[in-house]
């Protein structure tokens, strides 16, 4: 079978792909989503265990993806989870599959999914304070995500990474700690920029705290030096603690944004192929699926939707708009 590979009018080749699997998520993080959550996407829209695998086995085969990132909303409380991994992983020993998760239950099931074949876990932890975790999460669940960790890390997932937020005003005083925190386990930490993906519209320049001041925040309790490794198409600057091996990553999607690299395309639960986190235009995978379509027609599709891949998400435009979905109906 030939490949074609998803590129754009940049030169941008898209192997790495972002599955959502569901938006609903069982956290209500303020900068994600209101205490009341979302109007979920209904059951019937939703692309069955079958029709996802399908997709990816279609962007595996024909499309050059190689690198398969399940995410949501909450990927752990899609039931599916664990045989969607296991038939990922048929698709090929060198396919690397991972997951992006609050950890809400790993504890319960990161054995099994490092048996289907899982690689990595990424966990989202914003705070190791109990009372700023549930002030963010809106829920009292830090020792979840704690055990979540431990478990992943106890079941080969590794290296775990960690994946942090901070918020001016609730947790942007504790970079450090939360830092020393990961350290001490072997976790690896990267702090991201907060964008304009929130439900609520809530995001602003001057609100976001910047990489930058991620960066003398840390420097106050520790001496970081750029790490050797080239940055490529990853999207976080990585830096040596106190000369190593630790190490700490700043994702500075707004300020600094990687955006010419990007390697990146986006599959929603609903089968919509987005060619961009910010993108303002979807290609409908579900409807050909559902229509009778044959690989062949549906590749064609995946490939046409790259074709209109922006330059860059247009944060500092004037004229952007953030996108009628949120993060976690995009799939973060
Ligand atoms: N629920 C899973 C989790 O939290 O890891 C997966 C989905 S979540 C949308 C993926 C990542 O997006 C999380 O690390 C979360 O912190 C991050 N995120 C959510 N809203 C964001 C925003 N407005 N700006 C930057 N990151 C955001
Ligand atoms: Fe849920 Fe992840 Fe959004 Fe938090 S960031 S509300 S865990 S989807």
Request: aromatic fraction near 4%.
């Amino acid at each position: 079978m030939t490949t074609t590979p998803l590129a754009d009018r940049y030169g941008r080749v898209a192997t790495d792909l972002r599955v959502s699997l569901t938006d609903r998520c069982n956290l209500r993080c303020n900068y994600c989503m209101p205490a009341e959550g979302l109007d979920w996407l209904p059951d019937d829209s939703v692309l069955t265990d079958d029709e996802v695998v399908r997709l990816i086995t279609i962007g595996v085969e024909r499309l050059g993806i190689r690198e398969v990132r399940f995410t949501g909303g909450e990927p752990l409380v899609r039931r599916g989870l664990t045989g969607i991994v296991r038939r990922t992983r048929a698709l090929g020993d060198g396919l690397e599959l991972s997951i992006t998760t609050n950890a809400l239950g790993l504890a319960r099931t990161a054995a099994a999914l490092a048996e289907a074949g899982l690689d990595r876990v990424n966990v989202s932890l914003d705070t190791v304070r109990r009372d700023t975790f549930e002030t963010i999460t809106r829920r009292d669940r830090l020792h979840d995500v704690v055990a979540g960790l431990e478990a992943a890390q106890a079941a080969g997932l590794g290296p775990v990474k960690v994946n942090a937020v901070l918020l001016r005003g609730t947790n942007d005083d504790q970079a450090g700690e939360l830092l020393a925190w990961c350290l001490e386990r072997g976790y690896e930490l990267r702090f991201i920029e907060q964008m304009p993906l929130d439900a609520q519209h809530g995001w602003s320049r001057t609100g976001m705290v910047t990489a930058e001041e991620i960066f003398d925040r840390l420097a106050r309790d520790f001496t970081l030096t750029p790490a050797s490794e080239p940055r490529g198409s990853a999207p976080a600057e990585l830096f040596l603690v106190d000369g190593g091996p630790g190490t700490v990553g700043v994702i500075a999607s707004v300020t600094r944004p990687f955006c010419g690299d990007c390697d990146r395309v986006r599959l929603t639960a609903d089968g919509q192929v987005r060619n961009c986190l910010f993108a303002r235009e979807e290609s409908d995978l579900r409807a050909a699926l559902r229509a009778g379509a044959g690989d062949e027609e549906v590749a064609g599709r995946w490939v046409a939707a790259m074709a209109g891949k922006r330059a860059g998400h247009g944060i500092d435009d004037p004229a952007f708009l953030q996108p009628d979905r949120p993060m976690s109906a995009i799939g973060g």
